[in-house]
């Protein structure tokens, strides 16, 4: 299909992607209603960034990868090119395992990718094993995406036969098997050492640090490098266009272009792939290339940045770049590339209970800060709501806080207060539970005044004087 | 039951396809629940000789992930969304209106055993909001209107839908002369021979 009978950039074959004017790297193919198809990839360059790897050197591949300075799309940002190098020398088999657990709340791009492009991951994943030596590659991908499954499966089969995945890829010596793995619903197991544990067929808990990378200590101990899926399915357009070319897009920091899911209350919510570092948050709220602003007759109340684990955001946030480091130092994360909207409709405590709820439910229960702290942080939250709400309850929420992540807590400026630069400090093993404060914080220090109306708002309780002698 | 012979054959290959069999563990209790739309002792119990796991091992391993189940559940699962990006366009409400217009509570099944109803965590299609999945198969943008003409579908079977416990409709496959070769991690030490092309500099 082309891009006429998109509705106003929607496509109704990828519910959610708006197929907008800029640059596609990654969602070349969208438009195209059989995308996930060998035939439609051959037929759209596919399988030339491979070619174009087996033709140079395993380690000018590597090279090209770390001048890029790709940066990994699935949270934390890392690039890629030095991750790769954490590898210790001779201390065979390396494998790969592809994160494709997309579970953040306010994200999905990876589920997009995976289900309209899956030979486009694929292909990323033979670029990074023949240029890192990797011995065979696990694709997990989360367990309720159905559709992503059989599309990954599909594309596999396909590639199989036609010789580019398994033995003697091309009529080369590279060799590689990569075999679909998938979830059964956890989001811990999006967090690496987490999903290993997984896919070694145990409960996915995280492992304790160190060692920090699965590089070091990964799947069956061996060296292991844990890529996202947007990660990986940028190296095809890599391959074939060069580090160079990749840099003319984006920052000088932080080069190409990143997909965005952009939710909430907003004229034309969907996601969005844009140039990385360059492009601000109010172009891509209100612009019309973008999401068009919010609903009609309202105003920006509040939105998070990166994905459920964020601090939050306002208006006054607007112009910082999508780039890691401005927002890291204004008090968030730009996290996993989802940007959450809320409208001035919207009840503050309310928001930030679903999202510690989600948390509460999520947490593995290894680590006791978390599996407690998250569980009474969304039940006081709760009781607040239901106007059960005591005086102290605030100042107890903070403190629990506290436990989960000790010190002073990520957090935007307000009031002539600073802001609190990212990353929270942690008495947890993994990231879970101190994202489980990012809404309280975040709440508490903007809004305290909507969470005290709703404490005060409880009804006094009446007391009842009892005359002495009287109950008999 | 335990394993059909077709899924013994499918277990087999899969389990080929990792360095360790205990790898297959969660790929196995999939089959397991595709076969019986539930996990039965009894395919647990199998599962777990597969792949050189303890009945323990195998439930205590099921048990961390939601998507296992122990005890029957609906024909259709029906999973709505309440997480943010929902909660702000309506999940709630629409979880109240499935649960009330389908006589149940949350976690509940239908007395005919046709609907189990479920609250669910983001699924990532949040553009979509208020989204829910049956069997994991997505619906967007949907209004109560749109909920029970859904469960109409559902009932007449025209919703194209699959049973629970059906996840991706094609299997991968490999052919044997295809398998560029799994073995052990303590027998794969060896550096891959592309990396030779790297010279001098290797």
């Known amino acids: 299909m082309d891009r006429q009978t998109a509705v106003n950039g929607y496509i109704a074959h990828a519910p959610g992607y708006v197929h907008n004017d800029g640059p596609k790297l990654i969602t070349s193919r969208f438009a195209h209603d059989d995308s996930f198809t060998l035939a439609r990839y ?9 070619r174009a790897a087996l033709e140079t050197t395993p380690a000018a591949v590597h090279d090209e990868v770390r001048a890029a300075t790709l940066l990994g799309r699935g949270g934390a940002g890392f690039p890629a090119g030095v991750k790769w190098g954490f590898l210790p020398p001779g201390k065979h088999p390396y494998y790969l395992v592809v994160n494709g657990d997309e579970s953040e709340p306010g994200t999905y791009k990876d589920r997009l990718l995976m289900e309209r492009d899956p030979h486009q991951l694929i292909e990323g994943c033979l670029i990074a094993c023949y240029a890192l030596g990797l011995q065979q590659c696990f694709l ?21 036969e036609a010789g580019y995945v398994g033995r003697d890829i091309c009529g080369t010596d590279f060799s590689v098997d990569i075999v679909m793995a998938w979830g059964a619903g956890a989001y811990i ?49 890599m391959m074939v266009n060069g580090a160079e070319a990749y840099c003319q897009y984006g920052s000088e920091s932080s080069p190409g272009t990143r997909m965005f899911a952009v939710s909430g209350h907003l004229h034309r919510p969907g996601v969005y792939e844009v140039e990385h570092g360059v492009t601000t948050f109010r172009e891509l709220i209100y612009g019309d290339n973008f999401c068009q602003g919010i609903r009609d007759g309202h105003e920006l109340k509040m939105f998070i940045p990166g994905g459920g684990s964020a601090p939050w955001f306002f208006a006054e946030h607007l112009d910082l770049p999508l780039e890691a480091r401005p927002v890291g130092a204004a008090g968030s994360m730009l996290g996993s590339g989802a940007i959450v909207v809320m409208d001035d409709t919207t009840d503050a405590v309310r928001a930030a209970w679903r999202v510690v709820k989600f948390f509460a439910r999520e947490s593995c229960g290894k680590c006791t800060p978390c599996r407690e702290g998250a569980t009474w942080l969304e039940q006081i939250l709760r009781r607040i709501l239901d106007g059960e709400g005591r005086p102290s309850d605030i100042d107890l929420l903070l403190d629990i806080g506290d436990n989960i992540s000790p010190g002073p807590y990520p957090v935007a400026a307000h009031n002539g207060l600073e802001a609190v630069p990212f990353p929270p400090r ?19 220090r903007r809004f305290r005044h909507e969470y005290e109306a709703k404490i005060t708002r409880r009804d006094p309780i009446p007391i009842e004087v009892v005359p002495i002698g009287a109950s008999q | 039951m335990t394993l ?3 899924n013994e054959a499918l277990a087999a290959e899969i389990i080929g396809w990792f360095p360790r069999a205990r790898s297959a563990l969660i790929p196995l209790l999939h089959l397991a629940q595709e076969q019986d739309g539930y996990l039965t002792d009894d395919a647990m119990r199998r599962v777990g000789e597969l792949v050189g796991a303890t009945p323990a091992e195998v439930k205590g391993t099921a048990g961390f992930y939601e998507m296992f189940r122990f005890e029957p559940v609906g024909t259709y699962m029906i999973n709505v969304c309440t997480n943010i990006s929902c909660l702000l366009w309506g999940g709630e409400e629409l979880l109240e209106h499935a649960c009330e217009s389908l006589e149940v509570e949350v976690g ?61 409709r094609v299997r991968q496959s490999i052919p044997a002369e295809r398998l560029a070769g799994v073995l052990p991690p303590e027998q794969a030490r060896e550096a891959p021979v592309w990396l030779a092309r790297n010279g001098a500099a290797s």
């Open chain 1, 189 to 237: 197991v999006g967090e690496e050492t987490a999903l290993i544990e997984s896919l070694e067929g145990r409960r996915g808990m995280p492992r304790l640090k160190p060692p920090y990378f699965p590089a070091a200590v990964g799947l069956y101990g061996q060296p292991t490098i844990v890529n996202n899926v947007e990660t990986l399915s940028n190296l095809p357009w």
């Open chain 2, 108 to 168: 509940g099944t239908t007395d005919d055993g046709m609907f189990t109803v479920e609250e669910a965590e983001c699924i990532a299609a949040c553009t979509e909001a208020p989204c829910l999945q049956v069997n994991y198969r997505y619906r967007g943008r949907v209004t109560p209107d749109d909920f029970d003409r859904l469960v109409e579908d559902l009932r007449a079977g025209r919703a194209g839908i699959d049973g629970h416990g059906l996840l991706a």
């Open chain 1, 426 to 444: 942690q008495t947890t093993i993994c990231p879970l539970g101190p994202s489980a404060v990012a809404p309280v914080v975040s709440t508490i």
């Open chain 2, 4 to 6: 059909s012979p077709a």
């Open chain 1, 42 to 50: 051959e037929a759209t360059g596919g399988y030339a960034g491979l």
């Open chain 1, 140 to 160: 997990y991908v989360r367990g309720e995406m159905a559709v992503a499954q059989e599309r990954i499966a599909a594309a596999l089969n396909e590639a199989y």
